[in-house]
């Protein structure tokens, strides 16, 4: 064997120890990170840590030592390679001065490489030249990198290190009313997805409730009203009860003692119970516990005067600081959800439509498919001068995913049962893709009224993207943007009957930028490239382009994960349809 497959055989052998490593390494810190995330761990994931880090250090050990005895066989093979070299010397060289202090330098050499291998534990054992490279070759590791213990241990390893992750994730789900499916959906498609609090009129509502219950608690305070004192204690129960959910562990004790119900009852009846000492302590501790963006927040309480507004206060924040965390753990869980987020999604389908015979046969997904096979199949006999190729499978459902965005009719109303759970993220893509179209129709009007300056332009899409985020944008909104930069007042009523004309989705202009937009959205989910600057100005889509790629991006990742989910079913039924 040559020297070249000795270092490539050692390559290989010192390779599968480090990937055996790291494997181990990752295990122990994904359990360790589930640990952490987890507010209540139990026994089982204590044991599972235990387990990880006895199996890391087993294995760290194994490799320190066959990393020696690497070490050891190259330095004995370096001994060998000497004793050969002497011997030449001493069979081939004239005695003579020149030989003996050749043969003494390699005597002290040798001495040196001696004294090594001893250190390493191993014996001098000289070896002929032709055996030496093949006596010092390390075995490399099986391809499956271990005996089938180890890799039934690593299969149990992967199953238990699932099973945490899909506790985790109901854990979560369960605290914020949303199924696991749900949850796990949205934390994989949009890696900057997190948790928010109740907006509009649920939040008005929510937030004029509490403002009149903390209100009358004040009131009955003020004038010792009989049951008061225990709706105060209740407060500082529910107030414990959130302080010691976002608060690390080190505080978990202290705030049972400072926040003991018992004796604050005790020592409101005394008249004894100073409040505003208590309250500055949860504030303390809060401080300690909250993320940084929350620091004005709770340093802001110390300012009001009543207990009753800083109790309101602190609860608002402790809601705020729950969120935080609920949304940093969602951040840690998402590694561990990529790794089977494919495999959880399709069975969690799977057992969804199982229970459903209405959905089970898929009518919506099959005619949804259909309609794209037809439309391609009628494209390619159109364009095609012979028989028209049949079309991919993979071509067939990102037709129909490019269809359903650009549809005027909402997905909400048709969208196939694969897609159940992106109605809202459908109808959001929709309306980016309809206000791109409108947007580049309505340039293109306002260059046949005179504007035809590009900065103008710019400024113009700026505008108008603007204008069509409020859901109050009438088209006489986008007519009077144009008209005021057109500056003619004689041609207004002209301006508005065009933009009128161009937001119909039966206008040519309109019909024509919306199957440019799909040109491109189509192009960029089959190769992941966004179409070149000129290309995208001579399709009228220049000023559009930053909005454009976005959509791009987003959908690119919903085609991709959803054909990667459904491709077996999806192609089952392209089959059959074939």
């Excluded at 005619?367 to 079309?391: D, G, H, K, M, V």
């Excluded at 008209?483 to 039966?506: A, F, P, Q």
């Excluded at 930028?513 to 040109?519: G, H, I, N, P």
């Excluded at 179409?531 to 919903?558: D, F, K, M, N």
Aim: proline share 3%; with cysteine; net charge negative.
């Amino acid at each position: 064997m040559s020297k070249s497959d000795s270092s490539g055989n050692s390559n290989l052998f010192e390779k599968g120890w480090l990937q055996r490593l790291q494997v181990a390494a990752k295990r122990l810190l994904t359990s360790f990170e589930a640990y952490v995330a987890c507010q209540n761990p139990d026994t089982d994931m204590q044991q599972t840590i235990q387990s990880h880090w006895q199996g890391y250090g087993r294995l760290f050990q194994a490799w320190k030592k066959n990393d020696r005895a690497q070490l050891l066989a190259a330095t004995t093979a370096h001994y060998n390679g000497l004793m050969d070299l002497k011997q030449t010397i001493q069979e081939k060289t004239p005695d003579g001065p020149d030989r003996r202090e050749a043969c003494d330098a390699l005597e002290e050499q040798l001495r040196q490489v001696q004294d090594k291998i001893e250190r390493l534990g191993g014996p001098v054992v000289h070896v002929p030249n032709d055996q030496s490279t093949a006596s010092t070759i390390p075995t490399p590791p099986s391809s499956h990198h271990g005996s089938d213990d180890e890799n039934e241990q690593q299969q149990s390893d992967n199953q238990e290190h699932r099973q945490q992750t899909i506790r985790m994730l109901q854990g979560m789900s369960q605290k914020n009313g949303i199924s696991n499916e749900q949850l796990a959906h949205e934390i994989i498609l949009d890696p900057e997805f997190k948790l928010e609090r109740a907006k509009g009129i649920e939040y008005q509502v929510t937030a004029a409730a509490r403002r009149a219950f903390f209100d009358k608690l004040d009131q009955d305070l003020t004038q010792g009203v009989a049951g008061a004192q225990d709706t105060l204690l209740e407060v500082v129960a529910d107030v414990r009860q959130q302080l010691l959910k976002v608060a690390p562990r080190n505080e978990q004790e202290a705030i049972h003692c400072n926040m003991d119900l018992e004796l604050m009852q005790q020592q409101l009846t005394a008249c004894v119970c100073d409040l505003d000492a208590k309250i500055d302590w949860i504030l303390s501790v809060m401080q300690r516990s909250c993320a940084p963006i929350r620091d004005t927040a709770v340093e802001s309480i110390h300012h009001y005067s009543r207990v009753s507004q800083k109790l309101e206060r602190i609860v608002d924040v402790l809601q705020d600081m729950a969120l935080d965390m609920a949304n940093a753990k969602l951040h840690a869980l998402r590694p561990h959800l990529l790794s089977m987020a494919v495999d959880y999604a399709r069975a969690k389908f799977d057992e969804t439509i199982s229970g459903n015979p209405k959905v089970r046969a898929l009518p919506h997904t099959k005619q949804w498919l259909q309609e794209a096979y037809n439309r391609l199949l009628s494209s390619n006999s159109s364009n095609a001068l012979t028989t028209a190729a049949t079309p991919t499978h993979e071509a067939v459902v990102q037709d129909a995913m490019i269809h359903l965005l650009l549809s005027p009719k909402s997905a909400a109303e048709w969208a196939p049962e694969t897609l159940c759970l992106d109605i809202s993220r459908l109808v959001q893509f929709q309306n980016t893709a309809q206000a791109i179209t409108i947007v580049a129709a309505l340039l293109t009007l306002a260059r046949n009224f005179g504007i035809v300056d590009e900065e103008d332009h710019a400024e113009l899409a700026e505008t108008l993207f603007t204008l069509l985020k409020d859901n109050n944008t009438s088209p006489k909104h986008l007519a009077a943007e144009i008209e005021r930069r057109v500056g003619d007042n004689k041609r207004e009523e002209m301006i508005r009957t065009m933009v009128d004309k161009t937001l119909s989705h039966n206008d040519a202009i309109y019909a024509l930028l919306s199957r440019r937009v799909a040109s491109v959205l189509r192009s960029y989910i089959a190769t992941r490239d966004m179409a070149a600057p000129t290309a995208l100005y001579s399709y009228g889509l220049r000023h559009v382009s930053e909005t454009l790629q976005g959509l791009c991006e987003h959908v690119y990742v919903l085609a991709d994960y959803h054909y990667r989910v459904h491709e077996q079913r999806y192609k089952v039924i392209i089959n059959q349809i074939m």
